[in-house]
């Protein structure tokens, strides 16, 4: 029931802080929409505010409050509009939500105006607990922060805009405010408001990887403010300076016949590393000239994410990829030495993930992009993921057309129509410009900044103007110096600053 209704538990410390935001007196009429164990009632009343509806879809939980209505918040019939709304909804994504409750949210109003299959359950709670709202009325959530700038919660952020205001949004980016659940959280305090002028939202940033008391927390100054956010636009959460080096140098990579910029994704095909299912069982670690001849071409060559630099990757790791192979009579005769290696993981290979089909325990579950990987063509790779709090660059690597990304790397290829040079594209993926715009526009959990598909295609590209022969001379020095065994990449940065001033 815990794991279905997504039943993670606010602690006291964070539950008195957000109280202490409300800023509503004791008669207010207040609504917590999924109060769980109630602890976001008993700390209300402990302050003197009674005037509390709350809903639990769960009969067993808050039993000792009077408030409570057991029943669900989505499909409520509720006429009364409310003052406050606090508290902190079920967080659940859409394909690990049971049937019933997709059938309850399909069937609402709100969701189907403003939401879809890829949302999360929490939006409901947000769309509605805005609609209950009385005008210049508060909602105070704790809840993720992935919503803020993913493309398919767009519609729950223009409602937003819309109907109020964010006046205080704090951050929790590594902090294990829930226990067994790694998502970075934020608390926010929005108005709901027809007010056209709206303030500066206020952004504070607790930054420790421990539990907060509620001292610190009533000490956790403000770091800084940015513009109240806008309609179909990116949600950023920077300071106006940051937000202005941020539009300088997408305007560098602007294209010439519009205002758009240029984009990653139109030069390069991009591509998630394949899925084994069972990672180290497919590493062939004993001399490869053990194996015969037919064994050897069976190994591909895989670089992983923690063997890759800036640049250059240091080290390659075979790999068995037999999923050519259609019969276990073929490959105990052919390949003698992967069947003995491979039985002794065989009850673990049989339980991977079948992806609705029966897949032979010696084929890797998931050969995704394996048309793309196996052109004969250099790519660059790069980890999936990429911690920033403790560095200030990215590991975007070349490797040879024989090299494939696993299912910690993702691999970026060029397009046959492309005229600028993968050396080129290399270099500019590892300049700190685009480094810094990843940190704040690209996909961020905490300080891991996520590197699959759409975010990698997202990134502004820096195109050549093929008519200049000052940029075409940039572009062939940054080339032939990437090239290089051993690459200067003071020299290669600052070619690609004089690219980037003109």
Known sequence: MKKKLAQYFTPT??????????????????????????????????????????????????????????????????????DLVIGNPPYIRWKHLDADLKLEVQKNMLWKAHCNSLCDYFHVFVLR????????????????????NTTHSKGLRNYMVERGYFE?????????IFEGVSVSCVIFKYIKSEATEKPPIQIANYESKELPCIKKLENLSFDFSCPPFQKDATWLIVPAETRQKLQAFEQKCKKQSNEDYHTIGEFCDIGNGMVSGLDKTFQWKTPTEELYKQEQAYLLKVVKAKDLQPFQYTKITPYIFLNEIGSETTLRVAFPNFFIHLQDHRPRLEMRYQYKRLISYWHWVFPRNWKL????QPRILVPCKERVSNKDYFRFALAEADIYPTQDVTALLKKDDVRESIQYILAFLNHPKVFHWLCHKGIVKGNIVEFSERP????????????????????????KACSESEIDTLFVMAQLDKLLRK
């Open 13 to 82: 410390a964070i539950v008195d802080f957000m109280i202490q935001l409300a800023d509503v007196d004791s008669q207010s009429q207040i609504l917590e929409p999924a109060c769980g164990e109630g602890i976001f009632l008993e700390r209300l009343q402990a302050k003197d505010y009674n005037n509390i509806t709350a809903y639990e879809i769960d009969n067993k939980l808050a039993q000792q409050h009077e408030a409570v209505q057991y029943e669900s918040f989505v499909s409520a019939e509720i006429s009364q509009q409310f």
């Open 456 to 479: 990698l295609s997202s990134i502004p590209f820096r195109a050549i103007n093929w008519k200049d022969k000052g940029e075409i001379a940039l572009h062939d020095a940054i080339t």
């Open 129 to 148: 607990a805005i609609e209950l709202l009385k005008e210049n009325g508060q909602l105070i959530f704790i809840c993720p922060e992935y919503w803020m």
């Open 168 to 176: 205080a949004i704090y951050r929790f980016k590594e902090t294990p």
């Open 373 to 376: 990987f196996s052109k004969q």
